[in-house]
């Protein structure tokens, strides 16, 4: 996630899988690898002993809130979960304030509802942060034959991670992995063994500063013994910091995030629009399909964009010089127009009964049709 979504908005994510992919796995993964980001959880059980949330419980202590004994998405409803929300977005001190939470979700729970109950939320102080898909890949074919549903949850999944890789050949690992892409569509499609993802994936690291860094696994080498293990996902991720003193034209910019390489798994940073709106710059987060812009008020110092992109394989020379040329030949002329792309993915209030997510759409459309667009809420 970005250090923050606005001033007081917490991103919430989704964490969804069927039962036994490794969901508790990776929640604990992340928060040994967490790297002072402040991680609030709600974790969902099915059934009357909470054996997720007391293995979280060990590593959040009051940052956890257990839901027993049924589905999430069937056992409360939106403004229920406003008040597991403001539990743990409540400021009690700048110690204790939130930077991510993560709903866990039990192995029958349907994402799409608990994503709707989010963006359903009258909470002030959240923001939808994504829905992250975890598949088994040992199982991932028993599991399609008896659940297909599995493929509509990632076609709307923003991050699907293939975990238990570990478990298969390889042969049969990049099968499974090819699979997964061809359902997921757009998704960013990763693959683990024991839950062991990269944390720069879903929130920066060091989230009480504004620095665009390199992507580190410092935390990594603190925590886990293997330096083996470290060097292979050091290897397998790479990131190319961009900086620009001159602003970006928003038509190229949207045009530059609908047509991304695969591989490109996430874009976190600032955005200058220059005359596109000159009292605010825009908190850039993508994540697969999901994309967000999140408008705030400039701080003092010089107006820059700094956007960090992190993937694999990504031909970190090549991505520069496509940022490059999303730089604005005119920047301080108006058009009124030029801004609509952008506004569709700025967070609304809430969404609009019976509207698509906002993450199966493409992420720009033609020029002509941008006019008819209302700013995302879903």
Known sequence: MLSKASPQQIPVVVLAGFL???KTTLLNHLLHRSGGTRIGAIVNDFGAIEIDAMAVAGQLGDSTVALGNGCLCCAVDASELDVYLDKLTRPVNDSHVMDVIVIEASGIAEPQELVRMVLASENPRIVYGGLIEVVDAAEFDATREKHPEVERHLGIADLVVVNKGDRVAEAERERVLGAVR????RAAVVSASYGRIDPELLFDCRPTTERIGQLSFDDLHR????????????????????????????R???????????????????VDFGAGDT????????????????????PAGP????????????EAEALAKELTACKNDAPHTVDEHSMWGVLRYVQDKSPVEGEPLAQDEP????EDEAGGYEAAGS
């Open 363 to 366: 992420l720009a459309q033609d």
């Open 223 to 250: 925590h886990d013994g293997s330096g083996a293990h470290d060097a292979h996902l050091h290897s397998a991720y790479e990131s190319v910091a961009f900086t620009s003193e001159v602003p970006l034209e928003p």
């Open 182 to 185: 061809a359902l997921a569509g």
């Open 20 to 22: 036994g992919s490794g």
């Open 303 to 314: 107006r820059l964009t700094q956007v960090v992109l992190i993937g694999s394989g990504i």
């Open 252 to 270: 190229r910019l949207m045009a530059f995030l609908d047509s991304r390489r695969e591989g490109l798994y996430r874009i976190k940073g600032y």
């Open 279 to 298: 009292a605010n710059r825009y908190a850039v987060h993508a994540v697969g399909r999901f994309l967000r812009f999140y408008p705030e008020p400039w």
